[in-house]
């Protein structure tokens, strides 16, 4: 009698988790289906490592796990066959769709993009396609360039940090007058903002209306008529899922990563999540997809048989950024439409929580308070009124921990 067979559509965070679980079970075979022609890669190297030249592609790629690199472009989840770019075909008794986020880009409407995308101008910084563009870009200033940056997000921040560091004048673009707000709640975003408006240059409350190249000059018109010169622009406005037809907009999931159709899972930057107690969410970060692409492997194995079922998913996985000199780290849910209340003002320290119970945490330069709550998350009985916990353990020197701790959001 054969194994079940378990096909991983995905060889990402989420995608390569999942399959290091299903193989180390024994007891299925397992094949992870990735990108023609594209290596599975850390993306938390992306701008930390690959864009910044400090690190080459083949150092950021992820150990295999039977990878087949064949886009997978329809799945047939009555038939349980997915159809694949090279005309190929693939049966599975279940499926992971594990295929992550495409980047979102600028607005359609504004001129000039495509003529600074040819240049080489103009790009996204979400892939490993990305992160050579602009290491090479970077490279054929020649020294100090004038970089701007579009996005209030980590990715954005942390990517603007790290080019200034190295000695390239960055501006940072923001639509919002208060960055990031909708993800950091107000006071944090106005830290944030006050940061980065100490290091950086920066233009909140303004969008691109237009762009043009001139020899190796972009010019960039804003929407008051001002003018930002580049020599490069990198756009970083966050994800969206993505995954394979019939569910192009993401695949959506109850609180155990199952699926509508039996046999049928998602995880990661893919997966959007419905909880009848908090609503609608999705989390884009490496660490989040890495322990949902667990998760839902011993979901898997345990619907074929082969394990304990582990019951509901609740996201308490950690992330961090340095954002102009500041540490931020969070765990769980912490942009969703719920209640917030800051329990720390100095270091500052904010928990979301609903009727009660702590679903997620973010703090500024207080990293071990943020992880010593993560297993408190979702739990009736974290204490998040009691904030001289949290002052006991906030470690604003905590930053080395950013090497362990990677967000992609």
């Known amino acids: 009698m054969s194994s079940p067979h378990v096909l991983v559509v995905g060889a990402g965070a989420a995608g390569s988790a999942a399959a290091r679980v299903l193989a180390g079970a024994n007891a299925v075979s397992v094949t992870s289906v990735g990108r023609t022609g594209e290596t599975p890669y850390n993306r938390t190297l992306v701008n930390k490592g690959i864009a910044s030249g400090l690190l080459t592609p083949e150092q950021a790629a992820l150990p295999a796990v039977n990878v087949l690199l064949d886009t997978v472009i329809r799945i047939d989840s009555t038939k349980r066959i997915v159809r694949m770019a090279s005309g190929a075909s693939l049966g599975y008794d279940a499926l992971l769709v594990a295929t992550g986020s495409l980047p979102r880009e600028l607005e359609a409407a504004i001129l000039g993009t495509d003529d600074a995308v040819a240049a080489g101008k103009l790009t996204a910084l979400h892939s490993v396609d990305d992160a050579i563009r602009v290491r090479d870009a970077l490279a054929a200033i020649g020294g100090p360039g004038r970089i701007v940056i579009s996005g209030a997000g980590l990715v954005a921040g942390e990517t603007a940090t790290l080019l200034q560091e190295k000695g390239h004048h960055v501006t940072l673009l923001a639509r919002s007058t208060l960055p990031g707000v909708s993800v950091f709640g107000h006071e944090l975003a106005g830290r944030i903002a006050d940061a980065h408006r100490a290091h950086l240059s920066t233009a909140f409350g303004r969008v691109p209306v237009g762009i043009w190249v001139d020899g190796d000059v972009l010019t960039i018109q804003l929407d008051d008529g001002s003018h930002l010169q580049a020599d490069l622009f990198v756009v970083a406005h966050g994800t969206t899922p993505k995954a394979p037809a019939p569910w192009n907009d993401g695949v959506g999931v109850d609180e155990t990563l199952r699926a509508a159709h039996l046999g049928l899972y998602a995880a990661g930057g893919a997966a959007i999540h419905h909880d009848d107690r908090i609503g609608t969410w999705r989390i884009d970060h490496w660490a989040e997809a890495v322990a949902q ?19 509901q998913y609740s996201p308490r996985a950690p992330f961090t950024a340095v954002l102009s000199g500041s540490m931020i780290a969070g765990a769980g849910l912490t942009g969703i439409n719920v209640p917030s209340r800051i329990v720390s003002a100095d270091p500052l320290v904010v928990v979301n929580e609903h009727e009660g119970v702590p679903v997620g ?49």
């Open 293 to 311: 692409g667990e998760h839902a492997a011993r979901t898997i194995l345990a619907d074929l048989g082969l394990g304990t079922d582990p019951g």
């Open 361 to 409: 945490i973010i703090g500024v330069d207080a990293a071990s308070a943020v992880f010593d709550w993560m297993p408190k998350l979702h739990t009736p009985a974290g204490p998040v009124g009691d904030a001289s916990e949290l002052l006991a353990h906030a470690n604003p020197g905590a930053a080395h921990l950013n090497n362990h701790y990677n967000t992609t959001t």
